[in-house]
């Protein structure tokens, strides 16, 4: 009886962390953004967007390398979520400028280097 208490306690832990760190979807705007042909990678200018929208916040502290990011990057979760419904980063927004070289990353493959 206890694990059972545990278990499900431990899953109501995780839906509500996952649900904390997660922009309303209401007040988020789904338009496209394009890319004005950045040359965007992961070192040279979009890990500092991600450590400072993502990994600060303590919310996805697994994003701070690029090895970290890399399954959602796999998934399409990170394109979808921040890219196209932007309802991450939770609490604030990012900048168009900041948005264009997601994009632009995204657009590329999501290269590393």
Not at 14 to 39: F, H, P, Q, R, Y
Not at 43 to 64: E, L, M, R, W
Not at 78 to 106: A, D, H, Y
């Amino acid at each position: 009886m206890k694990r059972l208490f545990q278990a499900v306690l431990f899953s109501s832990f995780c839906l509500l962390i996952g649900v904390a760190c997660k922009k309303s979807t209401s007040t988020s705007s789904t338009t496209t953004n394009t890319c004005d042909g950045t040359a965007a990678t992961y070192n040279s200018n979009v890990k500092s967007i991600i450590d400072g929208a993502c990994t600060s916040s303590g919310c996805h502290p697994t994003y701070n390398s690029y090895s970290g990011i890399k399954s959602i990057l796999n998934s399409g979760d990170f394109k979808r979520e921040v890219i196209t419904n932007k309802t991450m980063p939770s609490g604030s927004s990012l900048t168009s400028s900041q948005l264009n070289i997601l994009k632009c990353w995204s657009d590329a493959g999501f290269p590393e280097k």
